[in-house]
Structures are given as structure tokens and as C-alpha cells.
């Protein structure tokens, strides 16, 4: 799936090879469905599989109804995202192999700008940092985050031969499993890896400082460098530029843009998980929230509110380093499948008010993070710019809708 730019910076649709099994054959009628998270997670476990499999059965009737039109998204050509427990072992290690290869391909933003960038998979890196300040707590976090890992899917598959589509971490399944029990992060050559080495004495991180309320969340049990799996060797580039320590202070490396290598480590925090991301957690965000500022803001979580939200229990559940730095998260591959995640949940939210929540009213915020400093509402035409790492620009517009505009996909 390419994104196409001709003449005159039109974008064309990214259409990709056909799929077999793309959608849902099942349906379910709207009178049927959850109006309300229930408490107990195996019932919001059942829950989200009804919210999913309307949200396939509603773009289905969409794509049925473009299969006759040349150059659309339809039920023929639509890419599937699955969950990373669903892929058989030869699918996961094309996946980690895509991203290997990846990390060592050259850079292309220049040293000038991010001296520390080695590596393709370093110009992400490199292009969240910089914009980390407008991309969270503001109108674009959901649209940028969607283009930013639709993207980086594109990269793999276009410049690493990568065959798939980008896998999500369902924070659901792993909450009842535990994180280092699940196919994703047992640390297998079929994982994404997985804990790192247990570092003794880690006590509490705090989210906060820097005018943010304190927020504490207990250590992990690891800490240290991946232990095995693929991504053992990795070497992370740059930051930290506000890394959360156990000791409950944080250290920074400047800008992050300088070169700091040093291996990939995590700490692995079932706490983070079970408490903010599991099933009754993410039900709650898609049947609790009825717009956008609400749906964000509960994604999120606000700070003083007493919550991360399932945005924040998914990063938090990852711990270590760059895995707890706003900033540089993306250092971690595991990055792109929790935002594989995030978008899903959108996605899904999305399908339950399709006219309103794909239109201008699916935008709620500023360009700002939390409007500090204060700026323009973000509308349709704002712009979404990566910078070095991938484009054209495109405008929030044409992100609003996974398989409306230019881009064409569906989660399973």
C-alpha cells in the first residue's frame, strides 16, 4: 500500500494487494450492542469483540458498495491490521525482520538537524521528538498518530520488502495473560521481545514534575537490557529527553537529538496494564465517551485526574528506556503496535457515530499541548507534516477515516 503524490501534490489512494477474508460476515444489529462498560473484564472482553465486529460490519457495507469503482478503497483491495497474536511465527518474524532491517538503513535527516540519527528507523524517531509538544493533549494527537504509523507501515513494507500490514498490541488480552506470558513479549524469536534484565531496588516513577501533578506508578520486574528475542542487540540512538527513573526522578540527554547509544531496555509493569488498559478500560473509552474531547481526554488521561488512560497504560506497561519518555517512545518498536492500538480504538468509536465523529466535529483541541502555550484551533485543514521521516504533508482531513481518504485499512 504506496501513497501515491502527483502532479500538483494530489494524494491518490494507497490501495493494497487484495485480501482474502477482509471483513466480517457475521453482523450484529446497533440495538445489540453494549450501551454501557460492564466492571467485569471477561464480560468487556465480550463487549469489545461486539464493538469490533460492528465496526467491521459497517465498513464493509461501504467498501461492498465501491468494488465496481477503479482506483477506491474496497472489500477487495482493503488491508487488514491484526493482533499480534493472531499472526502465525512466519508473519511475526517478517514483521521484526522488516524492522531490523529498517535500523539499518541510512538516515535521511540530516545531521545538522538530529546529529544522533543513524538510521531510518531513527528519523521517526527524530520527527516525534521534535513535535511531541503539539502531537499530545491537542487536536491532533488521534490524526497525526494515525499518519505517523500508517507511515512507518508504508516504510517498512516499501523499503524492507515487508509483505504485511502493521500489527496492534490488544492491552485486553495481555492484562488477562500478563505481559511476559503473551506470544508478544515472551521474549521468543517469534516475539517482539521481551522483559529486560531485573535491575533490584526500582521503587516508584513519577509521571509528573515539570508543572504537571505527581502521578506514581511501582517499578516493573526488569529494568535492564532485553533479555532475548529479536530485538536483543537494538541500540537506541537518541534521547532520553524526559525519562521517568524507579527512583522517582527523571534524566534527559539534552534535546535528544544528540547521539547517546546505548541497548534497548524495558521493564515490563503488568500493574500499568491491568489497572489502565484492560478490557473494562478500553469499553469504557469507546462506550463512555459520546465526543471527541471527552473520547481523547479519557484516551490520554488528564493530568490530576488519577488516571493514564489506556494511552498511558500501554506505554507505562512497557517501562524502561526509551520506553518511558514521552518524547523518545517510539525508540521502542513495540511503539507501533500499541499505536496500532490506539488507532484501533478510534476506529472502532469511530463507526459508532460515522457522519459526526469522520467530519469537523471529530476534532476537538488546539495545536498545542493542553493550549500551552495558547493556539489556533485545529480544523480539517490543519496540517500534518513528518518531516523527514515520511510524507507529503496531508491535512487532517484526509486522515479521518482509515479506507474514506487516502489511506485504506481495517483492523480485525
Not at 463487549?47 to 465486529?53: F, K, R, S, T, V
Not at 528506556?321 to 500499541?338: A, E, I, M, N, V
Request: with cysteine; glycine share 12%; aromatic share 10%.
Amino acid at each position: 500500500m504506496a501513497l501515491t503524490l502527483v502532479a500538483g501534490g494530489t494524494l491518490l489512494y494507497a490501495l493494497p494487494a487484495p485480501q482474502e477474508g477482509a471483513v466480517a460476515t457475521s453482523t450484529i444489529e446497533p440495538s445489540a450492542l453494549p450501551t454501557t462498560a460492564s466492571p467485569d473484564t471477561k464480560v468487556a472482553a465480550e463487549q469489545l469483540d461486539q464493538l469490533a465486529l460492528f465496526a467491521q460490519q459497517q465498513v464493509n457495507a461501504t467498501l461492498s458498495g465501491n468494488d465496481l469503482k477503479r482506483g477506491t478503497c474496497n472489500s477487495k483491495n482493503v488491508a487488514v491490521r491484526r493482533e499480534w497474536g493472531s499472526l502465525s511465527n512466519p508473519e511475526r518474524k517478517a514483521y521484526t525482520d522488516a524492522v531490523l532491517c529498517f535500523q539499518a538503513k541510512q538516515a535521511k535527516t540530516p545531521s545538522s538537524l538530529v546529529p544522533g540519527a543513524r538510521s531510518r528507523f531513527d528519523d521517526w524517531v527524530a520527527t516525534h521528538i521534535n513535535q511531541t509538544t503539539t502531537i499530545h493533549y491537542s487536536g491532533t494527537f488521534l490524526g497525526w498518530h494515525r499518519y505517523f504509523t500508517w507511515q512507518y507501515e508504508q516504510a517498512l513494507r516499501k523499503e524492507c520488502g515487508y509483505k504485511g500490514y502493521q500489527p496492534y498490541w490488544n492491552w485486553a488480552k495481555t492484562a488477562e495473560s500478563g505481559l511476559e506470558k503473551s506470544p508478544m513479549l515472551d521474549g521468543s524469536p517469534f516475539s517482539m521481545s521481551g522483559n529486560g534484565e531485573f535491575i533490584p531496588g526500582g521503587k516508584e516513577v513519577n509521571l509528573g514534575g515539570n508543572g504537571l501533578p505527581d502521578f506514581w506508578l511501582p517499578a516493573g520486574t526488569g529494568g535492564g537490557c532485553l533479555k532475548s528475542g529479536p530485538f536483543k542487540n537494538m541500540k537506541v540512538n537518541l534521547g532520553p529527553v524526559q525519562l521517568g527513573l524507579t527512583d522517582g526522578t527523571s534524566v534527559s540527554n539534552g534535546d535528544g537529538l544528540g547521539y547517546n547509544p546505548r541497548c534497548l531496555k524495558r521493564d515490563l509493569t503488568d500493574y500499568s496494564n491491568k489497572n489502565f488498559a484492560n478490557a473494562s478500560s478500553i469499553a469504557n473509552l469507546i462506550l463512555g465517551t459520546k465526543d471527541v474531547a471527552n473520547f481523547q481526554n479519557t484516551m490520554q488521561g488528564l493530568p490530576g485526574s488519577g488516571s493514564i488512560g489506556v494511552h498511558g497504560g500501554g506505554h507505562y506497561s512497557m517501562g524502561g528506556d526509551p520506553g518511558r519518555d514521552l518524547f523518545t517512545s517510539p525508540g521502542d518498536p513495540l511503539f507501533y503496535l500499541h499505536h496500532g492500538g490506539i488507532d484501533r480504538a478510534w476506529w472502532i468509536w469511530q463507526q459508532l457515530d460515522l457522519k459526526i465523529r469522520t467530519g469537523a466535529s471529530g476534532i476537538s483541541g488546539t495545536g498545542t499541548f493542553m493550549n500551552m502555550p495558547p493556539s489556533p484551533d485545529t480544523t480539517l485543514d490543519t496540517v500534518i507534516d513528518l518531516g523527514y521521516a515520511a510524507g507529503p504533508p496531508v491535512k487532517m482531513s484526509d486522515l479521518m477515516s482509515t479506507t474514506g481518504g487516502p489511506l485504506c485499512y481495517i483492523y480485525a
